[in-house]
């Protein structure tokens, strides 16, 4: 069974700073996905950024990138120019491929960050 | 820009009674989802629903649950005699081809009294 681990609670971050979420997953699969959810207070769960597990490139969004290391298991989320509209709750979540009729996300159990002014 | 919709935002609840959360998905998705999270805790998986059928559930989703996709466009979740412990946020999402990101509605949260 895979399992996803965020060993940080909570984080706080000054605006304009740049803040790094962990994330470390076990698994047997070798070919998954990686992603990264933002839970606002709103508690919407919007999609931030997602990995392919086959690639080696680190994915980029904006203002949003990730240093996932295979071999460790590590899932990174970095947010360079933290604004306050980035304080929300951070989910971690991995997907397997297997080609078959479920895609179900595991999920961490989030990391809060607050962006301070 | 497509969106999943729930509906109720909110609905509260006696304990015993049945309740049908509702979802709309993406229209051309083809696999859904229903997602837990107990207030303060993480999202856990309950089921997935693919091809007019579930395709997996967890260990969450007993007897009490069931999940119907009643129309072609619709995709709900009822819970059948509802218990203390079923409060909760519940998420609806839905995905495209396999390996791609499920989009999230914007939940219902379920409050047994």
């Known amino acids: 069974a895979q399992t996803v681990t965020q060993s940080q609670p909570e984080m706080s971050v000054q605006e304009a700073e740049t803040v790094t979420l962990s994330c470390t997953y076990d698994?047997?699969?070798?070919?998954?996905?990686l992603f990264w959810y933002k839970q606002p207070p709103s508690r919407q769960m919007i999609l931030v950024i997602r990995q392919e597990a086959y690639k080696q490139q680190n994915a980029t969004e904006n203002r949003f990138s990730v240093n996932f290391q295979k071999a460790a298991k590590s899932f990174s989320l970095k947010i360079s120019d933290s604004q306050l509209g980035d304080t929300a709750m951070y989910f971690c979540a991995f997907m397997k491929q297997d080609g078959g009729a479920t895609n179900k996300l595991i999920f961490g159990t989030g990391t809060l960050l607050a962006v301070q002014p | 820009e497509p969106e999943v919709t729930q509906t109720p935002s909110h609905q509260v609840t006696q304990m015993g009674q049945e309740v049908i959360l509702r979802c709309v998905p993406i229209?051309?998705?083809?696999?859904f989802y229903w997602y837990r999270q107990i207030l303060g805790q993480k999202v856990e998986f309950l089921v997935s629903?693919?091809?007019?059928?579930?395709?997996?559930k967890s260990e969450i989703f007993d007897d009490q649950f069931s999940v119907e996709r009643p129309d072609g466009s619709n995709f709900t979740l009822k819970i059948r005699s509802t218990k203390l412990e079923d409060s909760a946020m519940y998420f609806c999402a839905s995905s495209a081809p396999v390996g791609t990101e499920a989009f999230f509605g914007q939940g219902t949260r379920l409050t047994v009294v």
């Open positions: 629903f693919y091809n007019n059928e579930i395709s997996e």
């Open positions: 698994t047997s699969e070798s070919n998954y996905y």
């Open positions: 229209s051309n998705h083809l696999y």
